[in-house]
């Protein structure tokens, strides 16, 4: 059991095949919790779509300045990509109740190596809208209300409101924005399922 500050390698010194793929692991979640396409983050990297795709997909060994340019664009840091990578295959991650997170979510599921189950928890401020990542409205999600008021919304004809304690289950889709109409901050754990399915593993 460890803390979610991702642990160092036996080899701090090695960055071999499999760090390579965490490390593209790691950039291709961050694109699509950003929604950027690959030819949209291409041109704000100034790094090939051919070069982010290997670098995504963990087939190539890029420069420093292709990393640093790919993980700029992404607003993470240099730092936080290489320790993910060299995260040593941890099956339990402890997230400390007292940290930071806001509107754009926190990973609950950082460093736990392989998951598929992507799970976050998200503070909603009160009276807010908010378009949910792509990472949860494109695959099947799970999401419970921990405290406050919450509307969870595909359109206007298709409100359903939830209150502590209460718990949906939505396929990819089905659920596009939240809205907090209470006088509080909404609390709230989602977990999306993001098991590689068949007519997925064919998109670039």
Request: proline content about 6%; hydrophobic content about 35%; charged content about 25%.
């Amino acid at each position: 059991m460890r803390d979610s500050k991702p642990a160092q390698s036996e080899d701090p010194n090695r960055f071999g095949a499999i760090e390579l793929r965490r490390l593209g692991r790691y950039l291709h979640e961050q694109r699509k919790a950003t929604g950027l396409t690959l030819r949209s983050l291409s041109e704000r990297a100034e790094v090939g779509v051919a070069s982010i795709r290997a670098l995504e997909s963990g087939r190539s060994s890029p420069s420093l300045t292709t990393v640093l340019r790919v993980v700029g664009a992404l607003g993470v840091t240099i730092d936080r990509a290489v320790a993910v990578a060299t995260t040593a295959g941890a099956r339990v991650v402890v997230t400390r109740g007292a940290g930071p997170h806001g509107p754009g979510g926190q990973r609950l599921s950082e460093g736990l190596e392989d998951a598929t189950l992507d799970a976050c928890r998200f503070e909603l401020a009160p009276g807010a809208l908010y378009k949910l990542p792509n990472t949860l409205s494109d695959s099947p999600s799970f999401c419970m209300v921990i405290d406050g008021t919450l509307i969870a919304a595909r359109g206007k004809a298709n409100r359903v409101r939830l209150g502590a304690g209460d718990v949906y289950l939505a396929r990819p889709g089905e659920v596009q924005t939240w809205a907090n109409t209470g006088t509080g901050p909404a609390h709230l754990i989602c977990v999306a399922d993001r098991t590689p399915r068949d007519d997925e593993t064919r998109q670039p």
